[in-house]
């Protein structure tokens, strides 16, 4: 039994619009991607992991001195230490992911996430659906009309 959303008699009728509809399927399907990457929303979220014991050679290479912070990222850092989490909009912000105060070490939990609920991310992955769709609806009304043994 072949399911579909799509109840066309003229689909049923020419192969040569099924084809179409999958095509355009699929480029729409392609086209999505793209703009998917270029128009996603990215949030930075900014928090404290602990304190280091035995530093890695990156953790060594990657760690800033305390003292070497402009006052807003001090403010940033002492916070996160206190247990504040941020979420920022942009990566303007340089924020450290180790820091180094007198002989201690802290590590801190910078990465960035994908805005979901933004409309540029949530489009072109629903423009990606819909092609996705176009080619399903196709390949099942082909098969349809190729019957159950596949001729």
């Known amino acids: 039994m072949v399911r579909s959303l ?3 008699a003229l689909l049923e009728r020419y192969s ?6 999958m095509a355009l399927g699929i480029c729409v399907l392609l086209a999505s991607a793209p703009l998917w ?7 930075y979220h900014y928090s404290y992991k602990g304190q280091i014991e035995d530093l ?4 060594e290479t990657e760690t800033t001195p305390y003292r070497q912070l402009d006052p807003g990222t001090k403010r940033i850092v002492d916070s996160a230490i206190d247990g504040q989490s ?11 992911k180790f820091v180094s105060r007198g002989e201690t070490y802290y590590s801190f939990d910078a990465r960035r996430a994908i805005d979901w609920a933004y409309p540029g991310t ?3 992955l629903l ?5 996705f769709w176009m080619v399903f609806e196709a390949v099942q009304h082909e ?9």
């Open 143 to 151: 098969r349809r009309q190729l019957g159950p043994h596949g001729y």
């Open 122 to 124: 949530f489009a072109p």
């Open 56 to 59: 890695s050679f990156q953790q």
């Open 86 to 96: 941020y979420d920022f909009e942009d990566d303007t912000r340089d924020l450290p």
């Open 16 to 21: 040569t619009l099924r084809f179409g509809l």
């Open 37 to 43: 990457l270029g128009m996603a929303d990215f949030d």
């Open 127 to 131: 423009a990606g659906l819909v092609g």
């Open 6 to 8: 799509l109840h066309s």
